[in-house]
């Protein structure tokens, strides 16, 4: 198929999963949804919140519940966006905490840690950070901001962290019980919970005990649909951290514009577009942090252009002359279930010619049946 063909996989173990990723995605155009496509729609949940909550995604501590590929594939891209925000590597990684199977990371656990999760762990040890800077292998040093005790207490670690927002992918259904629901209620104004665990059963807490349980204050998102919930007189729809908010417009731009490889920073645009494309109303009225699945069409092209115009400025994409118009050539060679007419329509007689005692036709089923 050519250098130019798309490849997307998903459902790899962690180990190959990042080892291919990290292997072919400069050489390559691929991308993982599950590692880049999930911290995409995640970030842009969080980006969301801040129109809300007023502050800056840099300003936020976030406490991930879970430390798989999704997770740390998520809390590398918030590294990046808080970066672009104005902070080093090093302040973005303090702001981020997770939690695995064997409890808070730490830099007692540095010996069963991964790579990848050397940057959260609050060490003092030198340690790779090749992911973060331009590809680039240098060596940067992991301030001990705090050095917590290892503990496997989700509230214990919630009342001692007090993030702002509490992002749960460890397939743990219930793992956000009532009081730490009720604790990040205390600790902020507008609690910021997404449980993206799926399917449901798998949950680390449903919309509805979220909604009550923090007296509507919530901003919460999740990984499996939820029907809506009232509250108060007031009607909550409960945004889906669904990847197809952002593939397929990535893979639209990429494929028309054949591109050589895809960046981390073109899923950081992606990100920010489905942020914008949330309205007010939506917001406001609903609490809902992602737009309407219903949009997805438009957001895609909107997400393509963005990739198309990318690419071209960083000598990325391979398809020239470059289209002078980039969102009118998508919109051109999108794909379209809508297929034409081959069947004559038929048409009723005239009503006046019928009053006017015209005889209508009739067919004889030989002639119908003549070639």
């Not at 949940?45 to 879970?66: A, D, N, S």
């Not at 001692?160 to 992918?169: D, E, N, S, Y």
């Not at 909604?211 to 998102?221: E, H, N, Q, S, Y």
């Amino acid at each position: 198929f050519g250098r130019n063909v798309l490849i997307q996989y998903e459902d790899f173990g962690n180990l190959n999963a990042y080892r291919l990723l990290d292997k072919y995605k400069h050489v390559y155009n691929m991308f993982n949804d599950d590692i880049q496509g999930t911290a995409a729609v995640v970030v842009a949940g969080l980006l969301t919140t801040t129109r809300v909550t007023k502050m800056k995604l840099c300003e936020y501590t976030i406490l991930f519940f879970g430390a798989g590929g999704a997770a740390t594939g998520v809390a590398e891209m918030c590294v990046r966006e808080m970066v672009e925000e104005g902070l080093t590597v090093e302040e973005a990684c303090a702001k981020i905490y997770m939690i695995d199977v064997d409890g808070l990371i730490t830099k007692s656990r540095m010996s069963k840690l991964t790579p990848r999760h050397y940057p959260f762990a609050k060490v003092g040890d030198f340690c790779t950070m090749s992911f973060f800077l331009n590809f680039k292998h240098e060596f940067l040093r992991i301030p001990d901001l705090q050095d917590m005790e290892e503990t496997k207490d989700l509230l214990q670690v919630v009342k001692a962290i007090k993030p702002h927002a509490l992002v749960g992918a460890s397939t743990k259904g219930g793992a956000f019980t009532e009081e730490v629901i009720k604790t990040m209620a205390e600790l902020n104004e507008r609690p910021i919970i997404f449980a993206l665990s799926n399917p449901t059963a798998n949950a680390e807490c449903t919309a509805e005990a979220a909604i009550r349980l923090t007296d509507g204050k919530v901003l919460f998102a999740s990984g499996s649909p939820f029907e809506n919930v009232q509250y108060k007189g007031k009607t909550y729809k409960p945004g889906q951290g669904n990847n197809a908010y952002i593939f397929p417009g990535i893979g639209l731009g990429a494929v028309l514009f054949r591109s050589k490889h895809i960046t981390d920073k073109v899923f950081l645009l992606a990100a920010r577009e489905v942020s914008n494309s949330v309205t007010e109303k939506s917001l406001e009225k609903y609490s809902r942090v992602y737009p309407r699945l219903k949009d997805i069409r438009e957001l895609s092209i909107k997400i393509a252009v963005i990739v198309g115009k990318y690419l071209y400025h960083h000598n990325l994409a391979t398809l020239y002359p470059e289209p002078h118009d980039i969102e009118m050539y998508i919109r051109q060679n999108i794909y379209t279930a809508d297929y034409q007419e081959t069947v004559n329509r038929i048409y009723d007689w005239p009503a006046a010619d019928a009053k006017h005692g015209y005889p209508t036709p009739k067919l004889e089923r030989k002639s119908m049946e003549d070639e």
